[in-house]
């Protein structure tokens, strides 16, 4: 198997996924060392170099086969065209996050071997506009993180959100104040709607007890920067079905590729459609039941990190090389 050297952000918050990545392709027996974009403490701050020379330090210390970048910064600051023909390594970057404008995307199916990222309406128009292939990696689950808990107060509450807030957002959440909303996530102490949020800092344990602490989840995706085609899923649907929660998520045009909509998770077009679906989720338990755990078989058989790692090294394939 392969040495990879994974390039991401790493954290218990907002850059928790980098670990499970990691976890994933170490479990299918890739042998992984981390190289954290975060500059953590005050220690590491002070001493760190700049990014091209502490990338390069670890490329001469992993001596991997395969460089995996998760974060555009490492194109933005040239450090991608600086190293690339200083190793053997192949360099693929993965871009996990829907709603981007693009503007990495281009510039890593220049400077990469391989790209991938979510969204098959993505990867189709960068491949069609660059002459270049660029492949479908959608985010997915961590089953061993993403499961069914039994939680207590603060994390009770009908109908739960867990996303960084926006005015998008704020305007649709505002509409489902009357069934017993509860928010978290950062931004939210500074909206109309700071009441009702119980926590702006997550950590990845308890975005799961929000989550399954919840009658019904919601999962409003980000608005998508500019006119590039999107669609594409956030983890959360995943996550969230894992943990084994039913869900009325925005509706989205790739949804059917991975879920049966208004049989595993509920969809919405407008504000009267999640009012009323809101509205019948809350008072029909077999309902929820039935969707809820369709959605989390759905989830465990196809869409975890164990399979998408295991796709990308198919498609990285180093030994072949």
């Known amino acids: 198997?392969?040495?990879?050297?994974?390039?991401?952000?790493?954290?218990?918050?907002?850059?928790?996924?980098?670990?499970?990545?990691?976890?994933?392709?170490?479990?299918?027996?890739?042998a992984v060392t981390i190289f954290n974009l975060e500059k953590t403490g005050w220690l590491g701050r002070l001493t760190a170099k700049d990014l091209k020379g502490r990338l390069e330090q670890a490329l001469r210390h992993?001596?991997?086969?395969?460089?995996?970048?998760?974060?555009?910064?490492?194109?933005?600051?040239?450090?991608?065209?600086a190293l690339r023909g200083s190793t053997r390594a192949r360099w693929a970057?993965?871009?996990?996050?829907?709603?981007?404008?693009?503007?990495?995307?281009?510039?890593?199916?220049?400077?990469?071997?391989?790209?991938f990222t979510a969204g098959a309406a993505m990867a189709e128009h960068w491949s069609e506009k660059s002459g270049h292939l660029v492949h479908t990696l959608d985010?997915?689950?961590?089953?061993?993180?993403?499961?069914?808990?039994?939680?207590?107060?603060?994390?009770?509450?009908?109908?739960?959100?867990?996303?960084?807030?926006?005015?998008?957002?704020?305007?649709?959440?505002?509409?489902?104040?009357?069934?017993?909303?509860?928010?978290?996530?950062?931004?939210?102490?500074?909206?109309?709607?700071?009441?009702?949020?119980?926590?702006?800092?997550?950590?990845?344990?308890?975005?799961?007890?929000?989550?399954a602490g919840a009658t019904i989840a919601l999962n409003i995706h980000r608005e998508a920067e500019g006119p590039l085609p999107d669609g594409a899923l956030s983890a959360r649907i995943f996550e969230v079905a894992a943990i084994g929660v039913s869900q009325i998520v925005d509706a989205r045009r790739e949804l059917s590729r991975h879920f049966l909509p208004n049989e595993e998770v509920l969809t919405f077009n407008g504000l009267e459609e999640l009012r009323d679906k809101t509205r019948h989720a809350l008072n029909d338990t077999i309902l929820r039941e039935r969707m809820s755990f369709a959605a989390r078989q759905t989830v465990l058989k196809?869409?975890?990190?164990?399979?998408?790692?295991?796709?990308?090294?198919?498609?990285?394939?180093?030994?072949?090389?």
């Open 139 to 211: 985010p997915a689950c961590d089953p061993s993180m993403h499961r069914p808990l039994r939680v207590r107060e603060p994390f009770r509450a009908n109908v739960v959100f867990a996303g960084r807030a926006s005015s998008y957002r704020e305007g649709i959440l505002g509409q489902l104040v009357e069934f017993g909303l509860a928010i978290w996530g950062p931004g939210w102490k500074k909206t109309s709607l700071r009441e009702y949020c119980r926590g702006e800092q997550l950590s990845s344990d308890n975005f799961v007890r929000a989550y």
């Open 62 to 81: 992993a001596d991997p086969d395969v460089v995996l970048i998760t974060d555009g910064e490492v194109l933005r600051e040239g450090a991608v065209d």
């Open 1 to 30: 198997m392969p040495r990879i050297l994974l390039v991401a952000r790493f954290d218990d918050s907002t850059h928790s996924h980098a670990a499970l990545h990691q976890r994933a392709l170490e479990r299918l027996g890739a």
């Open 302 to 321: 196809r869409h975890t990190y164990m399979h998408r790692m295991k796709e990308l090294l198919t498609q990285l394939n180093p030994e072949a090389r």
């Open 93 to 115: 970057h993965w871009f996990p996050r829907q709603g981007h404008d693009g503007s990495d995307l281009a510039q890593a199916v220049r400077a990469s071997d391989i790209v």
